[in-house]
Structure formats: structure tokens, C-alpha cells
């Protein structure tokens, strides 16, 4: 069982759910794709760390081949090419690996090279294996270290895995929920929270994934964002209050269902209504 | 010798645009024959990497000096590249910098921005 957890927006809660999910689980696998800024790891501490680096092919130029023809630079969408004074420029960073400029150079003067954005580490933390991505600084897209991460977690029926997603509902959020069973949105009970709390809903839609939302940081008085689920029939799998507590606990970088009993109820009954609601939707599509 | 400025109308009045890569036009001002050319500035609507192909055009136009109120490190790469002299525009309209410049009273620009690009959740 995959579960992604998403929200249109940083800080909403994304990692406090999945981390804490993926801890109160008896036996689990958390994975990091907030390859920009990973953050799971800092409250896992994971051990035993292995590494393996992710890498891209991007253009590399043959001048004495290349004849100024500048198939390659108007064939790129992404401006990553310019030919100034005879000679071809490359900007690696723009590059985003498509590998058309080398199939179009009728001179067979570009071929691939290898460029490495990033690296993924695995280790453990008690019963949690964790996987980390991360995106070195300055890279176009983090997609492919999102591929290696959940190419190398293939779905274990026995397994739950949990998957902290970039925020947002760009490519890179579609890369990491796209094999997802199911997906969390977690929101804030802000104006702000329901605009982003919409964007990822519409997301979830368009990829035709069951869902559920968190609303975190609850007050009394009027939650917008639990409004709009009411509105829109979200099914709200819990609600988590806004509290100094687990404010501290969570600054402390301490994964609150591993100090507080009051939390690892919290965190089990949403496990718990989250695997119902997967159950039900399996036996529903089948 | 030939001026380049990103322009927001076809006009020699028109106000400098504050964009280099998304300008909508570049206005090449001859010096010598004093005649201008407006181009469409096809990198304008570009998903990324629109400073790169301003910069292959202005190139391509054979300009010699750029006048810009700003400039990203890609395309200051291009120019460089093509030895175009880059300076600041002072004041708004195009007209009044390429005065400015024949005076030389135009400063280099040698501060050039690392882009827009990278903000999260785009």
C-alpha cells in the first residue's frame, strides 16, 4: 500500500503526517520526495546509510564535427543551446535531458554525457526504512531522483509505504503521487490553506487517486479549509489540533508518536481510518 | 555600431522594458545611419531559457553594445560570448539612454542576477 501525502504549499504539515504515519506503522518504508529540501531524515535520524547518486545525460559538443547548421538549438524548447561565433554553447542547468538535440545534429556532432544532480540514501530508524532525495542546489528538476527513489520501492502487499511529496502541484508533485493507492492532503485552516488546499485537490482528481484530507493546526471557532471540504464532500480523515506541545516536539526535530501517547493515538486512528478507506476503494473498483 | 534595447513599444520613445528575455521587442538603433529596426522578440512567450535565445538574437542582429536595465547570468554568458558590451539603462525611455550612451554617460552592468527561476510549487 502506497499513501502519498501532499499539500498545494510548504509547512502545512506534510512530513509531521507522513513521519508520523510512517513510525506508528509496525513495519513501514518513508519516503522523501521533497528532493529540494528534504526534511523526514532530520526527525528519523536513519542508520546505517547507504548512498548511490543519481545522474543525467545531457549534450556534450564535437566542434571539429559540427557544421553551425543550429538544428539543436531550434529544436530546444528550453533555450539550453546557443551557437555564438562558431561555437555551440551548452547550459547544463537548463538542459532537460530530452536527448533531442542529438538525435536532430545531422553530424552526429553532439553525443551524451553523464551529470550528476543529486544523490538517494536509505537507512533505518527502528522499523522504518527511510529513503531520502536530494536535489543538489541549482538543478532544473528533481524528477529524476524521484524516479529512482519509488523505482526502487516496488509496492510489498505486506509493507505500507509512505511518501512525503514536494508541495505543490507541479510535475514533480505528479511524479511522486502516480503509483500512489492513496493520497493524504494535509491543510491549514486558512484562507491561504483552501487555495492550496484546492490546487492539490484538483490534482488528485485529474489523476483519478482516492483521497482524504488532514486539516491541521485546528482552532476553535471557523476552519475555512474544513468548509470547503464539507463543500466539496471531502472525506476528512482527522483533525489535528493546533497545539504548543506538538509544536515543540516537532521544532525538536522528535517524531511525536515516539514521545507522546496523546499522539500516537492521533496518528494510529488515522492509520487506521486511512487503511479502511483504501480497503474500500479496492473492493469498490474491483 | 549597432545598440540593442529591449523596448515595450515599437518607438524610439517607447519606454525601456524592465524584462531582457521577455521584452516584447528589441529596438537596434545603427548609430552610424541612425536608423532603427524593431524585432519581435520570439523568446518572450518561452518556457524557460528566454534570456539565452534574447541573447542569440541580439547576437544574430550583429549588435554591438546592449542597453538593459538588468540582465540574467545565462544570457550575460551568450553576450559575453559574442563580445557585446553590456550597460545600464538610467532612465526610462530608449531615446534618452541612447543619448546617454553617445555621451558616455551610460555605466557598465557587471551585476548580473542568477534568474527567477526555482521558486517551489510553480
Redesign the interface.
Known amino acids: 500500500m502506497r499513501i502519498a501525502v501532499l499539500s498545494g504549499k510548504g509547512g502545512t504539515g506534510k512530513t509531521l503526517v507522513s513521519v508520523n504515519l510512517a513510525a506508528v506503522t509496525k513495519t513501514s518504508t518513508y519516503i522523501d520526495c521533497d528532493v529540494e529540501e528534504p526534511n523526514g531524515y532530520l526527525f528519523f535520524k536513519p542508520e546505517n546509510i547507504q548512498e548511490e547518486e543519481v545522474s543525467i545525460r545531457i549534450p556534450k559538443v564535437d566542434e571539429k564535427l559540427c557544421s553551425g547548421c543550429r538544428k539543436c538549438v531550434d529544436f530546444c524548447k528550453f533555450n539550453a543551446l546557443a551557437y555564438i561565433k562558431d561555437k555551440l554553447i551548452v547550459f547544463e542547468e537548463v538542459c532537460h535531458s530530452c536527448g533531442g538535440c542529438i538525435m536532430f545534429c545531422p553530424e552526429k556532432a553532439l553525443t551524451e554525457k553523464e551529470k550528476v544532480i543529486g544523490k538517494v540514501q536509505k537507512g533505518t530508524s527502528n522499523q522504518v526504512t527511510v529513503y531520502t532525495g536530494i536535489l543538489n542546489t541549482g538543478e532544473a528538476s528533481g524528477i529524476p531522483i524521484i524516479k529512482k527513489l519509488l523505482a526502487r520501492n516496488k509496492p510489498e502487499s505486506d509493507k505500507q509505504t509512505f511518501i512525503d511529496c514536494p508541495p505543490g502541484s507541479a510535475c514533480i508533485v505528479m511524479e511522486s503521487i502516480k503509483d500512489a493507492d492513496y493520497c493524504i492532503l494535509v491543510a491549514e485552516p486558512t484562507i491561504f490553506g483552501v487555495h492550496n488546499l484546492a490546487m492539490v485537490y484538483e490534482l488528485v482528481k485529474v489523476f483519478n487517486k482516492p483521497f482524504g484530507a488532514v486539516l491541521n493546526k485546528c482552532l476553535e471557532g471557523e476552519n475555512p479549509a474544513e468548509k470547503f471540504c464539507l463543500e466539496k464532500n471531502i472525506k476528512i480523515l482527522v483533525r489535528i489540533p493546533f497545539d504548543n506541545e506538538l509544536g515543540i516536539l516537532n521544532s525538536n526535530a522528535e517524531i511525536a508518536v515516539r514521545k507522546n501517547e496523546k499522539y500516537r493515538t492521533i496518528f494510529s486512528s488515522l492509520l487506521e481510518t486511512v487503511k479502511k478507506e483504501v480497503h474500500h476503494e479496492t473492493t469498490s473498483n474491483s | 555600431m549597432k545598440i540593442a534595447i529591449p523596448v515595450d513599444e515599437k518607438s524610439l520613445q517607447s519606454n525601456v522594458c524592465v524584462s531582457f528575455g521577455r521584452t516584447p521587442y528589441f529596438l537596434i538603433y545603427d548609430i552610424d545611419t541612425k536608423k532603427s529596426v524593431f524585432l519581435d522578440n520570439s ?1 518572450a512567450a ?5 534570456g ?2 534574447a ?2 538574437t541580439i ?1 544574430d542582429n550583429k549588435a554591438n553594445i546592449l542597453l538593459t536595465p538588468r540582465l540574467g547570468e ?1 544570457a550575460a ?2 553576450l559575453k ?3 557585446i558590451k553590456i550597460y545600464k539603462t538610467t532612465t526610462a525611455s530608449a531615446k534618452d539612454n541612447i543619448d546617454a550612451f553617445i555621451a558616455g554617460k551610460l555605466p557598465l552592468l557587471n551585476e548580473f542576477h542568477a534568474g527567477f527561476h ?1 521558486h ?3
Open positions: 523568446a518561452s518556457t524557460g531559457g528566454a539565452i535565445k541573447a542569440q547576437a545565462n554568458d551568450v560570448a559574442a563580445e526555482g517551489r510549487g510553480n
